[in-house]
């Protein structure tokens, strides 16, 4: 057996940007000057944070996306190759920049402003042309940075070839039916999936009806985040299953998503791997998610307490430090 087979493989296809973090006390007020405390410019996009934490965890890695042929591009695509990144799906393009995100950040909260310049060029086209890329994966990761038609492209190629499908509804927006069937699974946060489903859930129990609701019309297994509440799937009793977050001192939350479906999808890769090798391939039990949600929980946590969405991804070997930590 070869080294390659023993990680598992997960292809991403999603956004590359360069994050402008401004630090400050507070928002400012409309029309309101403040003074800032520093800009750092980071390496970012859902897609490459995605595609940097599955790296960073232990999974061979193919990142499906486009930058501009500027300095941003040139570092982004630098930092992938740092992170461990397959970077042959990413392509630079001619004239549209790469893509940048502007983030306020204060101690309590952060806003952002995305300018996709490249990542809008991501197309279904280039999905296609990178489609060996998601064919050769065993799970499928996408996010929505990049047009839906490039989303949907990369979901039909996975599911044609039986790759596990992971999509992770972010930022917020309306999605067609025909999309979100093609997901096995879908991890909103709890304003991704008020958004989606059009409950606002207040209790556990009002969110697990919405989830059920919600999974019998879409037949994908929804996973939501709930920050420091943790996240929660539905057992196939119908309960609520949560994989609770431990308690952290919060340096910067960019990225706790993203580092989450990251760690998730490593974990679902290894499963699927255990399942081939011994000669059956079929859907994941209750308890084997809860513990790969735990692993995630416990990435996203280990996340949050440090700065920038890619510098701060925690390694396979201190997740699992801090989950054996735990439950000692």
Avoid at 22 to 44: D, F, K, Q, V, Y
Avoid at 103 to 114: A, Q
Avoid at 196 to 210: H, M, R
Avoid at 311 to 316: A, F, I, K, T
Wanted: proline share 4%; aromatic share 2%; hydrophobic share 45%.
């Amino acid at each position: 057996m070869s080294q390659h087979n023993q990680n598992p493989r997960v292809a991403v296809a999603g956004s590359l940007n360069m994050d402008l973090v401004i630090s400050m006390e507070r928002m400012p007020e409309a029309g309101e000057t403040i003074s800032g405390s520093a800009l750092h410019t980071l390496p970012g996009g859902k897609g490459a944070n995605q595609a940097a934490g599955c790296a960073r965890m232990g999974a061979d890695t193919a990142m499906i996306g486009r930058v501009g042929k500027d300095a941003f591009g040139g570092q982004l695509l630098e930092q992938m190759r740092r992170m461990g990144v397959n970077d042959a799906g990413i392509g630079e393009h001619r004239s549209a920049p790469t893509g940048i995100a502007s983030i306020y950040h204060t101690k309590e909260d952060n806003c952002i402003v995305i300018v996709a310049g490249a990542n809008g060029e991501c197309d279904a086209d280039w999905i296609e042309s990178n489609r060996a890329a998601i064919e050769e994966a065993q799970v499928l990761l996408v996010q929505l940075e990049i047009p839906l038609p490039a989303v949907q492209r990369a979901l039909e190629i996975a599911r044609a070839a039986g790759i596990v499908t992971v999509l992770n509804p972010a930022p917020a927006r309306e999605l067609p039916q025909e999309l979100l069937e093609l997901a096995d699974y879908i991890t909103p946060n709890e304003t991704e999936f008020a958004a989606l489903s059009g409950v606002s859930a207040e209790t556990e129990a009002e969110l697990s009806d919405a989830m059920a609701a919600w999974q019998a019309k879409v037949g994908s297994r929804v996973i939501v985040t709930r920050g420091s509440a943790g996240s929660s799937f539905l057992g196939e009793d119908g309960g609520l299953l949560t994989a609770s977050a431990p308690k952290v001192e919060v340096v910067d939350t960019t990225g706790a998503g993203d580092t989450l479906n990251a760690a998730l999808c490593v974990k679902l890769g290894e499963l699927i791997q255990k399942q081939q090798a011994g000669g059956e391939a079929g859907s994941v039990g209750d308890a084997e998610l809860l513990d790969a949600l735990r692993f995630a929980v416990q990435a996203a946590s280990l996340a949050v307490t440090r700065f920038g969405a890619q510098d701060g991804l925690p390694s396979r070997e201190e997740v699992e430090a801090a989950l054996a930590a735990s439950a000692g």
